[in-house]
Structures are given as structure tokens and as C-alpha cells.
């Protein structure tokens, strides 16, 4: 299910998105208009979402995040750019990429740096932080 996101997402629909791929989420981030998809197991699936609600294909860009390690990864096919200086599937930029998390974070309700973790036993994702958050 691949789901276009402008607002902080309930619990519920985070579980639905993580759901798809087992704890992992396919992200598409427009790092213009602040907005994405997740969710789906390709990520031109999100890639068209976003373009067929305006998106301009400068602005996408495809990552990953994983509930169980915490990590955000910024690997996809859509990424290959020679034209933008990104010649690879991972984003180069360090700016695109910190333009990514963020909105990421900001979008999927994350509470702190060290986010939540996924529970792949129970299908659902607790709030542990290890730092106590």
C-alpha cells in the first residue's frame, strides 16, 4: 500500500505502510514540498504518486527506513541522475540527504533521534528508546 503523506502519520497507518515489506519502508521524499510516500515494494510506485500530485522529478528522491535497526537508508533506482551530479542509486548529496531524514522523521512520528523500534513478531512497532525517550 503505497500511501502519500503531508502530516504526521498515526501509529496505525505507520504499522500498514511497515506492514508491506515486513518492517522496512519504501520512502519517496519531495524534498521541495516537504511531503512523501511510503509504503508499496517498488519505489517508482511512490515516484508516480508524487509526480501525478505535482511533484517535479528534481525534488524526488527514494530512500528506505528500516523499524527494526532504525536506520534510513537513501538507495533506490529512481536516484540515478547524471544530469543532478548523482550518478548512483545512493543520494551523494549531504544536503539532499539531511533534507531527506528530516522530513522523514518529521513525517512518519518519530519522537527522538534513536525512533522507534519494529517488532516483527507482534506486527507492530513499540516506543522503545534506549535512551529513555
Not at 25 to 30: L, P, S
Not at 47 to 67: C, H, I, K, P, T
Request: charged fraction near 20%; include cysteine.
Amino acid at each position: 500500500m503505497v500511501t502519500l503523506i503531508a502530516v504526521k502519520i498515526p501509529d496505525e497507518l505507520l504499522n500498514q505502510v511497515a506492514a508491506d515489506l515486513h518492517g522496512y519502508i519504501k520512502v519517496v521524499v519531495d524534498i521541495e514540498k516537504q511531503i512523501l510516500t511510503a509504503g508499496g515494494t517498488r519505489h517508482v510506485e511512490g515516484e508516480q504518486l508524487l509526480l501525478q500530485n505535482g511533484s517535479l522529478q528534481e525534488n524526488v528522491w527514494g530512500g528506505g527506513l528500516d523499524l527494526e535497526t532504525n536506520e534510513i537508508d537513501y538507495d533506490s533506482m529512481i536516484n540515478i541522475r547524471p544530469s543532478q551530479n548523482n550518478p548512483s542509486r545512493e543520494v551523494l548529496s549531504p544536503e539532499v540527504r539531511n533534507q531527506m531524514a528530516k522530513i522523514i522523521r518529521n513525517l512518519l512520528h518519530w519522537e527522538c533521534e534513536c525512533l522507534r523500534t519494529y517488532t516483527q513478531h507482534r506486527g507492530q512497532y513499540g516506543k522503545t528508546c534506549p535512551l529513555g525517550n
